[in-house]
């Protein structure tokens, strides 16, 4: 049986048998879709792929502590960018504005 590895609600990596749903970019704790633009052009350059990480869903993203990306979660970018700009540069509370504006 093949395993995979996602990265958990902790931020730490855990061994899987299911795919995860959404990939992410560790260096700038961004999360996005598998069908990314920017990402897969990064992927074919030769770029990115170390760094690589992978989620179950994306509320595991979020609680993790990534964020969306710009290109390919353009419905979600927006209201992260207002949840960090309402918490006046706390993190754990642009988080949890994040969730309710996503509905989480």
Same mark, same amino acid.
């Given at each position: /049986?093949? /395993? @995979?590895? =996602?990265?958990? =609600?902790?931020?730490?990596? @855990? ?9 992410? $970019?560790?260096?700038?704790?961004? $999360?996005? +879709? ?7 052009? !990064?992927? &074919?350059?030769?770029? @990115? ?16 502590? @990534?964020?969306? +990306? !710009? ?5 979600? $970018?927006? #209201?992260?960018?207002? &949840?960090?700009?309402? !918490? &006046? ?5 642009? #988080?949890?504005?994040?969730? !309710? =504006? +996503?509905? $989480?």
């Amino acid at each position: /049986m093949k /395993m @995979y590895t =996602l990265i958990g =609600l902790d931020g730490k990596p @855990y061994q899987s048998e299911q795919k995860g749903t959404f990939g992410g $970019y560790k260096p700038d704790k961004i $999360y996005g +879709c598998f069908d990314c633009p920017s990402a897969n052009r !990064a992927i &074919a350059q030769g770029h @990115y792929v170390q760094h690589r990480v992978f989620f179950a869903d994306e509320i595991t993203a979020i609680e993790a502590g @990534y964020r969306p +990306c !710009a290109k390919c979660m353009k419905e979600r $970018y927006p #209201l992260w960018k207002q &949840a960090e700009g309402q !918490a &006046a540069g706390n993190k754990k509370h642009a #988080l949890q504005i994040y969730r !309710a =504006l +996503c509905g $989480y």
